[in-house]
């Protein structure tokens, strides 16, 4: 097939892909937000600082309403949607000083500019404010726990060999949880195409949803996290793997119990001698004798320009374990072997380069126990 010709039925059908699985999403989204503002007064005074907050936020064009606290009144920001309008109502405490008080804000007179900024992104975001740079991406806990559970379901079928955005179709990820190509996924596996290297390589049957989809966009580069819309839902978003972009979604969880039992094959007691083989063909023989999964993280290995079908290992005769042999080969080329679990509690072996950080999401999820 003519290179340009497969290039345009490419982006055709991911285009066509991108459409129709955002029209699978929930309906019913938020189309227009109104924000008030409520500020509580202190008993001993505040007349003057509260008239000049009224006329500060008339210029904002929001509605302020100053009262005295009520019982167990104090600083809350709160949203509620009926149909596609969205209330926010954000109370503060007035201060003496004249400063008000919000959860997580404080402004005074002077930061008019931070004021507003703030009251663009409630209206935007709604109560929850904008998810960047926030901890479980900007989800709350229920949100995360739901969106987890989601993706825990498992695919029992694999989707190696297809082209990435069928293998993502095929995952039949849920309607309620559409997938969104970002403008840089999509250009940049535009121009994987045309160096022909757009397939899911893993044969990743079995392990869960979120785990067979991070690791058939590693393949290529890419990766995935859940965003929190303006309106309120939550998509799954598609973004090329750059360091400066807010994390993805990792690709493994800590193991939650011993790994000895999670991966037994690996702790086996053997023979091992190997002579000067290509690393590739060493970690799929492992597999096959261990009956363990182990995938490697093909992304990394392309932007540090390792081969592993080049990389020769060597190990000499020795009664140990495959665990300890691996590490034994792999650790003086600058590559290490870790052990992950998915989603769904199965166990893998990932095969990735020295010195990669790990997303923070998985730093407070337990901790696993190795040789």
């Known amino acids: 097939m003519n290179r340009s010709i497969g290039l345009s ?37 505040g007349a003057l600082q509260a008239q000049q907050w009224r006329t ?20 809350d920001v709160s949203d509620r949607v009926v149909g596609t309008l969205r209330y926010v109502t954000a109370v503060g405490q007035l201060e003496r000083s004249g ?24 209206k935007t975001y ?34 190696a060999g297809k082209d990435l955005p069928d293998a993502v179709t095929a995952m039949e990820l849920p309607a309620n949880l559409p997938v969104r190509w970002s403008i840089a996924a999509r250009d940049y596996l535009e121009r994987r195409v045309a160096d022909g290297k757009i397939t899911a390589v893993h044969d990743t049957a079995g392990f869960s949803k979120a785990t067979v989809l991070a690791i058939a966009l590693n393949d290529q580069g890419l990766g995935f996290r859940p965003n929190r819309t303006p309106e309120g839902t939550i998509e799954l978003l598609i973004e090329p793997q750059v360091a ?4 993805l979604w990792p690709v493994g969880w800590p193991v939650q119990q011993q790994v000895t039992n999670v991966l037994p094959g690996m702790f086996v007691m053997v023979n091992v001698a190997l002579e000067k083989l290509p690393a590739d063909e060493v970690l799929k023989d492992v597999a096959k004798a261990t009956e363990t999964p182990i ?7 392309e932007r540090r320009d ?12 020795k009664k140990t374990t495959w665990s300890l042999a691996l590490r ?23 095969i990735t380069a020295t010195g990669k950080p790990r997303a923070a999401a998985v730093k407070d999820v337990g901790t696993s126990k190795a040789e």
């Not at 059908?13 to 109104?34: E, F, H, M, N, Y």
């Open 99 to 122: 400063k008000i008080v919000f959860p997580g804000k404080a402004f005074t007179f002077s930061d008019a500019p931070k004021l507003k900024e703030w009251l663009d992104e409630l």
């Open 306 to 317: 390792i081969d592993l079908t080049k990389l020769l290992v060597s190990h000499p005769l």
């Open 328 to 350: 034994a080969m792999l650790v003086p080329k600058r590559i290490n072997r870790e052990y992950w679990q998915d989603e769904a509690g199965r166990g893998f072996v990932w």
């Open 126 to 159: 709604g109560a929850q404010g904008s998810p960047n740079g926030k901890p479980l991406w900007g989800l709350t806990e229920k949100q995360f726990k739901v969106t987890y559970d989601v993706l825990t379901a498992v695919l029992k079928t694999s989707v």
């Open 244 to 247: 400066d972009r807010q994390e």
């Open 56 to 75: 500060q936020f008339e210029q904002l064009g929001i509605a302020l309403k100053v009262r005295r606290p009520v019982l167990n009144d104090k600083p």
């Open 295 to 301: 995938f490697v993280d093909r992304a990394e290995f």
């Open 9 to 45: 039925i490419f982006t055709i059908a991911l285009t066509s892909a991108v459409i129709t699985t955002a029209q699978d999403g929930p309906v019913g989204k938020v189309r227009s937000t109104t924000v008030d503002v409520e500020l509580l007064t202190d008993p001993n005074g």
